[in-house]
Structure formats: structure tokens, C-alpha cells
């Protein structure tokens, strides 16, 4: 017996939706069709974080309470108007990732279980050379929102110093990200250098408050600034993006002045529509400078303290130190 469904009109395409009525959020009781629509709501906003960037889709085909599939790949069904961009993994390995050209593409996303999308740090004109530079806010245990908003405030103070403009945005959780345009000139070692340099000057602005420590025995309650978000195919949840929780939070970008009091729980898929609706993108202006990562750089060859660990997956890499945790470093001596 063939699956219900409806039809949207996305654009200039029709976007299939299958089962529209499951259940995707318990909590609330939203489902699929509300999802979907969700995204065309908001489609000016989503397509601008997503815009030609390879995309993961982090899809629930039955809901947030199910297992997620996290997708690298294009879906190998897939209709004629769907585009895809070739990337390349830390193991050297090619694959072929879904290409976001319009809002169509993230409705269709949408229907295949996508509840929020992953786009890369790269643009498809360019898949060697990052134009995003990441911070990721990331509280550890015992900590809420508000301590990833004083980081995101330190952060923004180094930025500005270093005369560059990010723009901050929820996680859908407990952190924050800020998102700083780049020109695509370096390559992802390089931008994840800089990355490392940021975290590190924002550390030293209160080291009570952040830390860069890569090992989680190392961090206590405090933010961490994941500067591994930089490197090649690490990626975070876009702007606009809904989270795989039971309330359908969403990953809502603010400006600095709605963050001093902002509460990431009155952001999720039925209240951000209505917020589009009345203020539009406030991250619209997000494309209107690309900066320089030169004094980054700077700072981080002027550093003696080099390279920090990266994630397990990754080949060991140039300069890199040793990837051991410190107390089994210590045991073993």
C-alpha cells in the first residue's frame, strides 16, 4: 500500500512530502508536514547559511526519539534538480555531498527525515579553501546557557580588536557559534591555525571562564571553544537549523544586542517563523565582508605552544602533538 502524502510548491519545484502526519516531535506533537513547512518559512534565512556548501544531513526517518542517520553522502535516489559537489575526507577518500542551491533542496532534505543540516566551512567553487572561519561555544557539564554568553561576549571583543565582525547565533542547547566570514584563501589546516589562535586569546581574557583544553578531563565547568570545528569535514549544525530534541529547538541566529538576554528556549520550529516573518535574517549582512586571517596566523606562529590534538578519526597530522590524554600520558611514565 503506497505511503500518504502531499505536494508543496518550493520555488519553481514540487516537493513530495511522504507521511505527512508522523509524529517527528513528541514533546509537542510536530510532525513531519510541520517540519517541512518549517523550512520554506525560513527558506531566505536557511538557504543563506547553506548556500553551495556540500551539506550532511543528520536525518531521524521516524522521529528525534529514533536513531539518527548521519548522511555525507548525496542520497542516491534523488531527483535531476538536485545538485552535488565533490569533497574530500581526512582519509583522502572522495565522495559525492549534496550541493544546497535553493530552498527545494532543503525541503526535499527535509522529507528524507532531515532534521537539521551540517553544511561545510567551503563553497562549491572552492572545496580546498575555507570562506567561514567557526567558534564553537560549548559549556561542559554543570553549566547553562549563560556562560556561553559571556564567552560569545569575550569573543566578540577579540574579534573586534582584531577588526573583524562575527555573527552569533544559538546552538539549540546550552552553547552558542559565531560565524566569521573569511576570503577563501587558506587552505583547512591553515584556518584551523587561525581558529586556534582565537580560542587561545579568548581563553587569556579568562581562563575561569574558557578553556581550549581538547581533552575532557581537562576542561572542568568551564567553555569550551572547540577549534577543531575548523578542521576539514568537521561541520556545525547550520543557521535556522531544527535540533534532533523532543521540543524541536532551533540553531536561531541573534543579533549581539537580543543576546544579552536571549533565553534559546523560546526559539524552536512553531515560535522562529513568526520571528522571521517580523524581522527577517539578522544575519543578512553576514556575505557583505570577507576578512583576513593574517593576523591569526601571526599569533598563532608567534605562539611556542604549536598544534593541539585533532579528533581521533583524523591521520596523524604534521606538527601535531602527541593524541594521548594526560593522565594516560602520565600513567605511563
Do not use: C
Amino acid at each position: 500500500m503506497a505511503s500518504p502524502f502531499i505536494e508543496l510548491e518550493v520555488g519553481e519545484r514540487t516537493v513530495k512530502v511522504t507521511n505527512p502526519d508522523k509524529v517527528y516531535f513528541p514533546e509537542i506533537g510536530a510532525t513531519k508536514r510541520e517540519l517541512v513547512e518549517y523550512y520554506v518559512s525560513v527558506g531566505e534565512g536557511v538557504l543563506r547559511a547553506l548556500k553551495d556548501r556540500p551539506t550532511n544531513l543528520k536525518r531521524h526517518p521516524d522521529g528525534v526519539q529514533t536513531e539518527a542517520i548521519y548522511q555525507k553522502r548525496m542520497p542516491p535516489k534523488h531527483p535531476d534538480w538536485l545538485q552535488s559537489v565533490t569533497v574530500t575526507f581526512p582519509s583522502g577518500r572522495t565522495a559525492q555531498s549534496l550541493r544546497v542551491t535553493e530552498v527545494a533542496a532543503i525541503a526535499y532534505g527535509a522529507n528524507l527525515g532531515t532534521i537539521d543540516f551540517h553544511p561545510w566551512q567551503v563553497r562549491a567553487s572552492d572545496v580546498e579553501h575555507p570562506d567561514e572561519l567557526r567558534i564553537d561555544l560549548d559549556p561542559q557539564p554543570g553549566l547553562d546557557f549563560d556562560a556561553a554568553r559571556k564567552a560569545a561576549f569575550l569573543t566578540r571583543d577579540v574579534l573586534e580588536e582584531l577588526g573583524m565582525t562575527g555573527f552569533v547565533k544559538t546552538s539549540g542547547n546550552r552553547g552558542a557559534h559565531i560565524a566569521v566570514r573569511i576570503e577563501p584563501r587558506w587552505d583547512f589546516i591553515q584556518v584551523r591555525h587561525a581558529g586556534i589562535a582565537l580560542a587561545r586569546a579568548v581563553e587569556e581574557r579568562d581562563s575561569s571562564l574558557v578553556t581550549t583544553a581538547w581533552w575532557k578531563e581537562e576542561r572542568g565547568e568551564r567553555v569550551f571553544i572547540d577549534f577543531n570545528q575548523n578542521a576539514r569535514d568537521r561541520t556545525v549544525v547550520s543557521a535556522y537549523s531544527v535540533r534532533a530534541q523532543p521540543h524541536a529547538p532551533v540553531s536561531t541566529p541573534l543579533t549581539w544586542d537580543e543576546l544579552a538576554d536571549a533565553d534559546p528556549r523560546d526559539f524552536d520550529l512553531r515560535t522562529v517563523p513568526a520571528r522571521f516573518a517580523e524581522v527577517g535574517d539578522v544575519h543578512a549582512a553576514i556575505d557583505d565582508r570577507a576578512y583576513s586571517i593574517e593576523p591569526l596566523l601571526e599569533m598563532y606562529a608567534k605562539d611556542e605552544r604549536g598544534d593541539m590534538p585533532y579528533p581521533p578519526n583524523y591521520p596523524k597530522m604534521p606538527g601535531e602533538p602527541m593524541r594521548v590524554q594526560p593522565s594516560r600520558a602520565r600513567n605511563a611514565d
